[in-house]
């Protein structure tokens, strides 16, 4: 089972003047496994969106069907929330501003204990998620505000990590950091995926949705107004005005201006560029 998104709306600040309609009878799918991306411009309503996967945001209307519980206005209050929020883990947005405890290990241990895991298991998971982020345990009793922000965030990634959700929700999870560290975060997500997690992924960064990405959702003012591929989406760009295409699909395009036989569907890297490109030279030599 994975993630079924059916009708739902969702309004902030519901009584001010200044009210605002986030979610606007939203249905989607996300399928059990899958590699999805979130797009949308600024205020679209994504992180909105990915709130009511794991009832931090309960909409107003309509349901969020995840495995067997349905996050609905009538359900709010369930017992079963809580279950629900080991099933889906969700890194917010600069999750790196939300550490408090003293130490690297509390604070990645925080959330297990929250569920009722013992101190020592509980520590014993949070080294184990530790690890996997690429932190050794000259980490573990550190101050979290010591670390680099990118050291910070990899600590709030772990954080999540340790409490094994199947569903791993990302909101912008490289905004600010460089090219390699980006790289290497993206190869941990992409390693959580092929060991069976479902991979929701935010974000601005067209190159990443081109390049990892099985399926896009596309948000406008709190609609989805696309749904598909990367390249599907990167094939009907024009009808989109702010969609930023890819660097490696810019070139594939400017190649196939100069007369070069290119299929677009087939570049997600530079890698599969060089091999289009070897490809229609081959048939011309
Ligand atoms: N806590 C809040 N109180 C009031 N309005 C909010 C709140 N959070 C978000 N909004 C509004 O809801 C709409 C959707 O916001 P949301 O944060 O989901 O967008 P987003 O697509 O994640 O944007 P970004 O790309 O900037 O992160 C925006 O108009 C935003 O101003
Ligand atoms: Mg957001």
Request: glycine fraction near 6%; proline fraction near 3%.
């Amino acid at each position: 089972m994975g993630i079924k998104v059916e009708n739902i709306f969702y309004t902030y600040q519901k009584k001010a003047s200044n009210s605002t309609l986030a979610l606007d009878n939203v249905s989607l799918n996300i399928e059990e496994n899958d590699f999805v991306a979130i797009i949308g411009e600024t205020g679209s309503g994504k992180s909105t969106l990915a709130q009511t996967f794991n009832a931090l945001i309960v909409p107003d209307q309509g349901q969020v069907q995840v495995n067997d519980f349905a996050v609905s206005y009538k359900n709010r209050k369930s017992k079963k929330v809580r279950n629900l929020r080991k099933q889906v883990g969700l890194v917010f947005q600069f999750p790196e501003y939300q550490l408090f405890e003293e130490t690297v290990e509390k604070d990645v241990a925080f959330g297990l204990k929250n569920f009722g895991e013992k101190n020592e298991e509980a520590i014993a998971a949070a080294h184990r998620a530790l690890r996997k982020v690429g932190l050794d345990e000259s980490y573990y009793k550190r101050p979290p505000f010591e670390l680099s922000g990118g050291e910070r965030r990899k600590v709030a990634i772990a954080g999540i990590l340790a409490i094994n959700p199947d569903i791993l929700v990302f909101d912008e999870p490289t905004v600010g950091f460089d090219p390699a560290s980006a790289k290497e975060l993206m190869s941990l997500i992409v390693n959580l995926h092929m060991s069976g997690k479902t991979i929701i992924v935010i974000t601005h960064d067209m190159d990443l949705v081109n390049e990892y990405a099985k399926k896009v959702f596309m948000l406008e003012k709190g609609k989805v107004i696309f749904e598909g591929t990367p390249s599907e989406l990167f094939n009907n760009a024009k009808q989109y005005d702010c969609l930023e295409i890819p660097m490696v699909i810019k070139l594939a395009l400017a190649l196939k201006e100069k007369g070069a036989d290119i299929d677009l569907n087939k570049i997600h890297t530079t890698d599969d560029l060089l091999e289009e490109i070897k490809r229609w030279r081959g048939k011309h030599e």
